[in-house]
């Protein structure tokens, strides 16, 4: 089943502007973990943010979990064009034996120069 | 420092045929998880594995598919008999170890004849 569903699906900003990308899910996590896929490659961890923590910064990226309301934010400041990818949420859920990620479907981010 | 290395980076098969796909993790990883993407969708969880062990294989369809890391050489993920649903990308991920961040291969996408 589903667990994290990003918002918006897809994001269209001007280089230089933020961008804000949502993800909520449904049960109890470990963590939480952001990637970036650009087109036709693998995934590349951005971040990863346990449940205990609030919020995380990693150069220009801010990323934000609310446990009480099942959702958290990545933040990417200052965009460039090189920001162009897809950006996934995903969860290790608590009680997950195995800890394999739940990903949600996405968020697709153009950057105009 | 090589990262998840995964091969062939496309493979093309006919229907009834078998699909061989491999996986080498970062070097000192002994957790090795692997995914299915469809187009335009996030990632699925199929199998996860650490050296000669399945731990947890909840993803993976009961028939055709089947997944092996030995004690020496890659992770294999081997689908029998292939149909055109079979087509997809997939992707290799390890880890350090549990609760830690997942770093993934570039993957291979299987297209079916």
């Known amino acids: 089943s589903q667990q994290g569903e990003e918002d918006p699906q897809a994001l269209s900003i001007q280089e230089g502007e933020n961008a804000t990308m949502n993800c909520s899910y449904k049960?109890?996590?470990?963590?939480l973990q952001w990637y970036r896929q650009n087109s036709g490659r693998g995934l590349v961890h951005l971040i990863l943010?346990?449940?205990?923590?609030r919020e995380k910064h990693s150069g220009r990226l801010r990323v934000t979990l609310d446990t009480s309301k099942k959702s958290s934010s990545l933040l990417i400041t200052a965009s460039r064009a090189a920001d162009t990818a897809s950006y996934f949420c995903?969860?290790?859920?608590?009680?997950?034996?195995?800890?394999?990620?739940?990903f949600g479907k996405g968020t697709k981010l153009s950057v105009i120069p | 420092n090589a990262g998840v290395m995964q091969n062939p980076r496309h493979l093309v098969r006919r229907r009834g045929q078998e699909a061989r796909l491999r996986c080498s993790p970062m070097?000192?990883?002994?957790?090795v998880y692997w995914y299915r993407q469809l187009p335009e969708e996030g990632l699925k969880f199929m199998v996860y594995?650490?050296?000669?062990?399945?731990?947890?294989e909840s993803g993976m369809p009961k028939e055709r598919f089947s997944a092996e890391f030995p004690k020496e050489g890659p992770s294999i993920l081997r689908i029998q008999q292939v149909v055109r649903g079979d087509s997809a990308a997939y992707f290799c991920?390890?880890?350090?170890?549990?609760?830690?961040?997942?770093?993934f291969g570039d993957g291979t996408r299987l297209s079916i004849l």
């Open positions: 991920a390890s880890s350090l170890g549990t609760n830690q961040p997942q770093h």
């Open positions: 049960t109890s996590i470990n963590n």
């Open positions: 943010i346990r449940s205990n923590e």
């Open positions: 995903a969860t290790v859920n608590s009680g997950a034996g195995s800890y394999q990620l739940t």
């Open positions: 070097k000192g990883h002994s957790h």
């Open positions: 594995l650490q050296k000669e062990n399945i731990i947890d």
